[in-house]
């Protein structure tokens, strides 16, 4: 159960990032950094991001699925409702298999909100650049991997039960895999959160006087909070395992594109390395264009 999800959120992103280098990556290396754009990648910025993000997540896929730390076994005991807080027992759901259904269905949806950037125009006044789509697609890519490895990490250091295991009714399945104490925190909800306020801020930061700034942004935090409703009222998760979800999220979906904006970075002009190196990640390839 808990890998059920993983493949497709992963797809739901690289389709996004594929959207956003429509044009090819070839395009990409013929153009020159523009200086007008409010999000721009940088070696600097990237480069450690990208290593951090790769020892995060390579170490708790090495931990979790080699070394097997931190595991916890089912000996078959009830678990007694009376154990649990009284915040989290007072939506202490038995397992629901439809509603864990629209739960996956909402969360691939809200990881696939940064679409909605393209009902944008970029700084010309015209549709997004191919330069400003790959930035946005990069760090949106970065974004999720980020999110996906925090929480993982939370799965790994915390050893918690579901709430359907309160129930006698629950899911066989996920005392098989193990997916039974790996309650905090809420990846759904974290992914969901993360594609919301990474959507809601570019959006917001690149477009100030779209008419479409409301909509958007309603409609990004509506499937999150949609997300973490559902993965509650399935039995998957308690109250709080969504909000640290929604807290990790955001913070990733916030952070990742702030440290891109041009106020943030120093000015080109401050090295020569900045004004002759871009990088980008896309699906399927990497690249590192020098300008001459």
Known sequence: MRNKIYVPAVIAVLCVSSLFANDGISNLKNKQVNDQSIFQLSPAIDGPLLGGIAVLNGSVLYLDKIKEINRMEFDGDDFCSSEVNGFDRMALCPYSKGLDVIGDGLMITSCLTPGFLLLGTGNSGMSLSTSEKITIG???????????????????????????????????????????????????????????????????????????????????????????????????????????????????????????????????????????????????????????
Request: glycine share 6%.
């Open 138 to 292: 990069t760090m949106y890519t970065e974004t999720m991997l980020l999110a996906y490895g925090l929480k993982e990490l939370g799965k790994l250091c915390v050893n918690r039960p579901r709430p359907y295991m309160y129930d006698s009714d629950y899911p066989t399945s996920a005392i098989d895999d193990g997916d039974w104490c790996k309650s905090f925190p809420s990846g759904h909800t974290t992914l969901a959160f993360a594609g919301a306020t990474f959507t809601s801020y570019v959006f917001f930061t690149m477009f100030p006087d779209s008419a479409m700034k409301v909509p958007v942004i309603t409609a990004s935090y509506s499937l999150a909070l949609a997300t973490a409703i559902f993965r509650v009222a399935s039995g998957n998760h308690f109250m709080t395992d969504a909000l640290a979800g929604a807290a990790i999220g955001t913070v990733c979906g916030f952070v990742v594109p702030y440290i891109h904006t041009r106020m943030f970075n120093f000015h080109k002009s401050d090295t020569k390395t900045a004004e002759k190196v871009s990088f980008a990640l896309i699906p399927w390839q990497m690249s590192v264009c020098l300008h001459f």
